[in-house]
């Protein structure tokens, strides 16, 4: 099982931006996959997640309305898409797939500055 992410950066407060997370080495469309957050000195939160064929969407109170998460099953791909962004979404996020055991990328750093 391999997940890797991209698309983070720095934003300014209200900006937008989309991860993306490639995954292989699995049945992709076969498994529910989740977006955790990371902050400094912080525990890792959930933020989203999306079952198999995308049916099914759950998010934390704290991003609820402002974030969405999807999937290309053909791409193998999970998506977040984060509008107005605030500081406090300021974290590592985190691509996750529970396949006999959990399964992590490497994150990527999204900072919401001005």
């Known amino acids: 099982v391999h997940l890797v992410e991209s698309g983070g950066g720095l934003v300014q407060p209200g900006g937008s931006l989309r991860l993306s997370c490639a995954a292989s080495?699995?049945?992709?469309?076969?498994?529910?996959m989740r977006w955790y957050r990371q902050a400094a000195g912080k525990e890792r939160e959930l933020v989203a997640r999306?079952?198999?064929?995308?049916?099914?969407?759950d998010y934390a109170d704290s991003v609820k309305g402002r974030f969405t998460i999807s999937r290309d099953n053909a791409k193998n791909t999970v998506y977040l898409q984060m509008n107005s962004l605030k500081r406090e979404d300021t974290a590592v996020y985190l691509c996750?797939?529970?396949?006999?055991?959990?399964?992590w990328g490497q994150g990527t750093q999204v900072t919401v500055s001005s």
């Open positions: 999306i079952t198999g064929g995308g049916g099914s969407t």
């Open positions: 080495g699995f049945t992709f469309s076969s498994y529910t």
């Open positions: 996750n797939v529970f396949h006999w055991r959990d399964y």
